[in-house]
């Protein structure tokens, strides 16, 4: 029997995406891959409010991760975590060798403007990164705020934004607010299968790329840029049946609208946060930090998560365990891709039953 994943990420993918992938292959140097290349560009320029070029990688989000601090420091990078995709960052960078200092709040907190600045004036850097949403916590960061601060005050470090868990399901308008690289992953939001993820990417931060020196060879923003720009290809042969998925997908967002698609993962979050409340406690005391994609719940009756799920199991649910320090602690709900309330109320009324919390 299949089981629904409310996990965050990967989730479940609709059918119809899913039949996509089984699109036989084209040649990838050919000028239907050009097409397909090109209106995926279209697509995506449009979830990520954007007219920057967006680069597709053929792996998962870290792949861009890594490539955009490789790519794009050359003094030294801050990274601002408030969990353990932020910690991540900060490993990427000294797996590389890139010089990085750490700034870090404690999980279930923000990262704020006043932060940011406050820690940017410790040293000379030229690449912030952040997470917009960060997935172990279940919390949004102030990110328009942070970037306002940052075209005022320090207009000429490069903004790298993780918004694996949320793009294509919160707002984050990129030119608007003027981040430098936002990545994303193919496998939350955007509702298919693993293997893909895309960043937009300013001009200034590949002239900027374009003057560092080993930028490695398959996640270099400028290798892959290059490729785009004068072919609409890429350096390496992509994953094809993800481009299938993804264009029939772009076509399903468009459809449904960016509006409607925010304000659907919106509701989904309120009926978990509600949930979380009434029964248990959310990790993020500050309401106005709580992520509209991932609730991340306080495990206050104390039960073994690994047991819960193998109770929901039957009725066709998974939910996920805590991240990292978090585990056991806490565990988390995804509300996020194509999974609507009914969806989410069909979880909790048997999180309920299997539980026996009082309905
Ligand atoms: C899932 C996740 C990642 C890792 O992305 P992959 O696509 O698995 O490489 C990074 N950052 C955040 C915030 C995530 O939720």
Redesign the pocket.
Known sequence: MHKKLFI??PIDVQEDVLAKFATQQIGHRGAEASRLQRTLEEGLQKVFQTENRILISTS???GLMEGAVRSCTKERAAVFSCGS?GDKFYKICKLNGIPADKYRVEMGEAITADYVRENLLKGKYDLITL?H???SSGLTNPLGEIMAMMKEEFPEIITVV?A??SLGGMNIPQDEWGIDILIT?S??CFGLP?GI?FAGVTERSIEKARTIENRGLYFDYVTLYDFILKKDQYPSTPTLPHYFGLEYQLERMEAEGLENRFKRHHEMALEVQAFAKKYFALKVKDEKYLSDTITCVENTRGLNISEVNKLLEPKGYIIANGYGDLKDVTFRISHMGDYTVEDVRGLLDAMIEVLGLEA
Do not use: L, R
Request: hydrophobic content about 15%; cysteine-free.
């Open positions: 965050p990420g998962s989000g870290t995709f997470q949403n960060e997935t993780d694996v868990s992953s496998q939350k693993a993820s």
